[in-house]
């Protein structure tokens, strides 16, 4: 049974909100995904066509609605600026676990947004019962990797060759982390 969509989770921190992504999203998110730097460190390298980036944020609100991931959009509580995303994914309801993800746009790095949202994400994720959570990281990925450690999570290994990106294989950091 899917989840009806008008119920999945708004989270709030102290200067975000964090509401579930909705298609017409792709038109913040594109600025993001277009930008080499952003996706420096992501498994896909930028994307210069807003068609793509709106079936991918489609194929996302569609993960949703079947119940395997939560996708939020972070906005500015302030001025309702959009920052970027943080997500679950891969939730696996069976063993009590699920991946993390997130994204700013650099105008919203050093700010400690990502840490915000995530500590909203970690908090909502305990409340639902998840008991473990993980995440990837590019090797060279200093900020991601100091951010997923404030947090608490733990280098578990090293995935070889795990990602194929623009014909080169890269190594990614495995990271856990208890609840």
Same mark, same amino acid.
């Given at each position: 049974m899917s989840p009806d969509p008008s119920l999945l989770p708004i989270l =709030?921190?102290?200067r975000l909100r964090l509401r579930p992504l909705v298609a017409a999203d792709s038109r913040h998110i594109f600025p993001l995904m277009a930008d080499a730097e952003v996706m420096a460190f992501w498994d896909i390298g930028e994307i210069d066509d807003p068609d793509v980036i709106g079936n991918l944020v489609?194929?996302?609100?569609? =993960? @949703?609605a079947s119940g395997q991931a939560i996708y939020w959009a972070m906005h500015a509580l302030g001025d309702d600026r959009f920052i970027g995303t943080c997500d679950?994914? =891969?939730?696996d309801r069976r063993h009590?676990? *699920?991946?993390v993800g997130? @994204?700013?746009? $650099?105008?919203?790095?050093?700010?400690?947004?990502?840490?915000? *949202? @995530?500590?909203?994400?970690?908090?909502?994720?305990?409340?639902?019962?998840? $008991?473990r959570?993980?995440? #990837?990281?590019?090797?060279?990925? #200093? $900020?991601?990797?100091?951010?997923? =450690?404030r947090l608490g999570f733990v280098e578990e290994g090293m995935l070889r060759g795990h990602v194929l990106r623009d014909g080169e294989r890269r190594d990614c950091r495995l990271f856990g982390l208890l609840l």
């Open positions: =709030e921190t102290q489609e194929g996302q609100v569609e =993960e @949703m679950l994914s =891969e939730i009590h676990r *699920a991946e997130f @994204m700013l746009g $650099r105008d919203a790095w050093g700010q400690g947004y990502a840490l915000e *949202a @995530m500590q909203a994400v970690l908090a909502y994720a305990a409340a639902s019962g998840l $008991r959570l993980l995440a #990837r990281s590019h090797l060279g990925n #200093r $900020r991601s990797d100091a951010l997923l =450690e």
